[in-house]
């Protein structure tokens, strides 16, 4: 593999977990997908050996009895897990390969073997509990890779980005107490889950390491970028991770239909290329994407083709979509509050 590529982890199993009518189906990923062939991007990135992972490679972040409900649950056809979360017979093999592609994926960036790269897959993962489903999500894909990570030679800190609507509660509470894991997740709040208020920092060893910025209804661009100046950026400077992982969530684009932020693709490009650029300052490049949420087909389409391009270098982007005429609330409060909490 060549030093200056981008990975991509993808696997066609992702597409067959799948509901009709669900927001979270399959057509999410092919839209993607299809994107990126149209646009000539496919071609340019190295698609990793996709490989299903093990029990216990789940069982880092999940109670094992849990994963083996899933595993059975599924094989007998599936079903609702819960109000949100449906599954069938593939369901249980798509979430694994999920993680045991983007786990290989990390390492080949960890390695060297890749610049950098994006886990295409589903389903998504940061709401996902150690014992039980939620929000669409059955394992928490990137929490179980951030952990994985530390056990990499070279990989003492680990920090996780989640720019997706909701709060990244999953993720949170999976690796929470983990000093050497700082989360950090921008959400749309009070909203689903109803979980990271501004207080929400992590307790004992691992105080300060959890960093939730709520944001009211109607943020948009020029909150965001507000937010990534001050606070997110700074706070993965002081941090120092060997490693950046981002939970990508399209659902914060104002043309969402399931929330009401307000960014637009061009607000997306910024913010994926300013962490773009942050790893190449602090960690030899090395981020790695993984897909969360996002249900409008045309802007997870151009909104992951976007951030591709800025992982290869490539300076073109597409906002078709523009911007909405809403006037953006004031979050200068937030950021006061978030900079006196956190000691920026
Ligand atoms: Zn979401």
């Known amino acids: 593999m060549n030093k200056s590529t981008t990975g991509i982890a993808f696997d066609p199993i992702f597409l067959k977990h799948d509901q009709q009518g669900h927001p979270e189906n399959a057509k999410r990923l092919e839209s993607i997908i299809f994107g990126l062939q ?23 972040c999940h109670k094992k009895e849990y994963v083996e409900y899933v595993k059975e649950f599924c094989k007998k056809g599936g079903g609702y897990f819960d109000p949100d979360t449906y599954s069938n017979q593939n369901s249980y093999t798509a979430a694994a390969t999920a993680i045991g592609s983007s786990i290989d994926l990390v390492k080949a ?20 509990l150690a014992n039980r489903s939620m929000g669409f999500c059955l394992f928490g894909n990137i929490a179980i890779a951030a952990k994985v990570a530390l056990t990499q030679s070279g990989v003492s800190k680990v920090a996780i980005v989640d720019f997706d609507v909701h709060h990244g509660n999953g993720t949170q509470a999976l690796v929470g107490d983990d000093p050497n894991i700082l989360f950090i997740s921008s ?19 691992a105080e300060g390491t959890i960093v939730n910025i709520p944001l009211q ?16 950026i700074p706070l993965l400077e002081r941090f120092k991770p060997e490693l950046i992982l981002v939970s990508a969530g399209y659902d914060a684009h104002w043309e969402d239909p ?17 962490l773009i650029k942050s790893a190449e300052k602090i960690c030899n490049s090395k981020i790695v994407f993984f897909l969360e949420g996002g249900y409008n087909l045309q802007v997870l389409s151009d909104g992951v083709a976007n951030t591709i391009r800025g992982l290869l270098g490539i300076e073109l982007f597409e906002d078709p979509l523009g911007k909405p005429n809403d006037e953006e609330p004031d979050i200068e409060r937030v950021i006061n509050e978030l900079i006196r909490i956190h000691r920026l």
């Open 258 to 274: 399931l929330a009401n932020l307000n960014l637009s693709l061009t607000g997306y490009n910024w913010i994926s290329r300013e």
């Open 217 to 232: 209804a109607g943020v948009g661009d020029n909150g965001f970028k507000s937010v990534y100046k001050k606070i997110v």
């Open 109 to 128: 960036v960890i390695e060297g073997e890749l610049k950098n790269g994006f886990a295409l897959l589903r389903p998504p993962g940061h709401h996902a």
């Open 38 to 60: 149209e646009k000539g991007l496919l071609e340019k990135v190295k698609h990793i050996n996709s490989r299903s992972a093990e029990i216990d490679e789940i069982a880092i």
């Open 187 to 205: 959400h749309q709040y009070p909203f689903y889950p109803g979980t990271g208020s501004i207080r929400e920092i992590g307790d004992g060893e």
